[in-house]
Nanobody, 119 residues
Framework: QVQLVESGGGLVQPGGSLRLSCAAS????????MGWYRQAPGKQREFVAR???????LYADSVKGRFTTSRDDATNTVYLQMSTLKPADTAVYYC?????????????WGQGTQVTVSS
């Protein structure tokens, strides 16, 4: 079955950087739409970024220009490079996988990794 394992979260100061990883298994990774979502305390889970099987990416306005997502189909891993982090970026970050051909929500989720931006 689909398994997604996020890693790379932690505590970082405002303006700092982190790279999240999501290791995938149990499915044909190269054919899936991979996404990143986040959930802050008391808020709904929200879209952060996604990358298509062809490598096209899309970002939420709140992270555009600061975050970059990429994928390595050889290692079944998707990444989220986060730069110029702000306290508002504090959240649990989740990896998401949606299957072809329709890529419909909700897809499959990882367990999440905590990112805390604080001085």
């Amino acid at each position: 079955q689909v398994q997604l394992v996020e890693s790379g979260g932690g505590l970082v100061q405002p303006g700092g950087s982190l790279r999240l990883s999501c290791a995938a298994s149990g499915f044909v990774f190269s054919r899936y739409l991979m996404g990143w979502y986040r959930q802050a305390p008391g808020k709904q889970r929200e879209f952060v970024a996604r990358i298509t099987p062809f490598g096209y990416s899309l970002y939420a306005d709140s992270v555009k220009g600061r975050f970059t997502t990429s994928r390595d189909d050889a290692t079944n891993t998707v990444y989220l490079q986060m730069s110029t982090l702000k306290p508002a970026d504090t959240a649990v970050y989740y990896c998401n996988a949606r299957s072809p051909p329709t890529y419909l929500a909700p897809g499959s989720w990882g367990q999440g990794t905590q990112v805390t931006v604080s001085s």
